[in-house]
């Protein structure tokens, strides 16, 4: 029997269908993220806010807004 020369993955179509369909998702959501997520948001006082709940202190100022702005 003659042996079959190794042909490349490419040359099959639901290969190349797979990396296309993997190449656009991988754009989605780098671009998703460059567009919500591109800078951290830090609330003021964040890190008292954060000791307060989970000790259970009362002395956090309740007057501070919980939730983002939206940009």
Do not use: C, N, Y
Not at 10 to 29: D, G, M, Q, S
């Amino acid at each position: 029997m003659p042996e079959r020369a190794p042909t490349s993955h490419w040359r099959i179509p639901l290969v190349r269908e797979i990396a296309v369909i993997l190449l656009i998702k991988l754009t989605l959501l780098m671009g998703i993220k460059a567009i919500w997520f591109s800078e951290p948001t830090v609330p003021k006082d964040g890190q008292q806010r954060i000791e307060a709940h989970l000790l259970g202190q009362a002395s956090a100022p309740s007057s501070l807004p919980t939730e983002e702005k939206p940009r």
